[in-house]
């Protein structure tokens, strides 16, 4: 995930070096203690950064307790407190960031997301993922409210070489899943990725919708659907905590997918997320290209979101 948070310019600072401009200038006063208006300058930049509050809060707790101990005596162990701090929160809980694979047969992934972040695209990059690492794919076209996103979709399989099970525009969702998890068991693929329809977290009915398509997967194949992933356009900093908020109400998601990435430089939204959720990020869109899609690596996100 080298340079995976972009700047406008390159001559921009990272968010470590606004940090030790802003908050941090005083290196000798740091080593004596921090002052009060030195930490609120921090959490104001970290949350500015989508870190979110609680992350903050413990984040910023975490500077102020090594600095009151005089453990942290220089600019480098500060940035090494707080990228700690950073790894101990999405390492902490459900922090398996890797897929879980269904060792008895086809594993499921259920894919769903608001409208405009990207999730059909994600779905097309996974399946390029698996495809190239030698295993059969199959995508299922789930979204039957929009013609295009069917067509959009058996382009994808198309690319990437793999099984597609299609759909009529209309036609019920959760019946296309049974005909995609049928498909999988007669055809002995590896992967089925299913996609759904893009909507808004506010639309109930739709929300609604997206159970029942979980319940048909999961009577047809026991265990499945083995992963649920949310996609989320990591520009949306904290409107992503209401989209998690509610999709996590309707299904029980096992992972969290950003998209868009490098086209921020506030990445702190996947701390905030895990901190709030306790739902692991398990991929990272980097970039527009057919492999720009990255399994999320905590110690590499860990560096680059501060110093990138």
């Keep these: 995930m080298s340079r995976l948070f972009k700047r406008k310019e390159e001559s921009a600072k990272s968010l470590w070096d606004t940090i030790v401009d802003v908050a941090l200038t005083d290196v000798t006063t740091l ?3 921090v002052d009060s208006g030195s930490l609120e300058r921090l959490e104001e ?33 500060f940035l090494e407190v707080v990228r700690d701090e950073i790894v101990a929160v999405l390492s902490a809980g459900r922090s398996d960031t890797a897929l879980s694979f269904n060792m008895e ?44 996103a069917i067509e959009q979709l058996k382009l994808w399989s198309e690319r990437v070489g793999c099984e597609f099970v299609g759909a009529e525009a209309g036609r019920d969702p959760a019946a296309v899943a049974y005909d995609a998890v ?59 905590m209401a989209q998690v908020r509610t999709f996590g109400a309707s299904l029980d998601l096992t992972g969290l ?6 086209s921020t ?13 306790d739902i692991p990020v398990k991929f990272i869109g980097v970039g527009e290209a057919i492999g720009d899609l990255a399994p999320f690596d905590i110690e590499m996100f860990a560096r680059e979101v501060l110093t990138s």
């Design 45 to 77: 930049l970290l949350i500015s950064a989508d870190f979110g509050v609680p992350a903050t809060l413990r984040l910023v707790g975490a500077v102020e307790r090594l600095a009151d101990r005089g453990i942290a005596r220089s600019q480098d162990d």
């Design 31 to 33: 080593v004596k203690g």
């Design 182 to 240: 049928e498909a999988a068991l007669a055809r002995e693929v590896d992967v089925a990725i299913i996609d759904t329809a893009g909507r808004l977290h506010t639309q109930s009915g739709l929300m609604e919708e997206l159970q029942k398509v979980d319940r048909v997967i999961a009577r047809k194949l026991p265990g499945a659907p083995h992963e649920r992933l949310l996609v989320l356009d990591g520009t949306v900093g904290q409107n992503a």
């Design 105 to 148: 047969g086809p594993t499921v992934v259920l894919v769903a997301g608001v409208n405009g972040v990207g999730k059909t695209t994600t779905i097309g990059k996974l399946a390029n993922r698996f495809h190239s690492r030698g295993r059969r794919v199959l995508l299922a076209a789930g979204d039957t409210f929009r013609a295009g």
């Design 257 to 262: 997918v950003l998209t868009k990435m490098d």
């Design 265 to 277: 430089a506030r990445g702190g939204v996947a701390v905030a997320l895990k901190q709030e959720f």
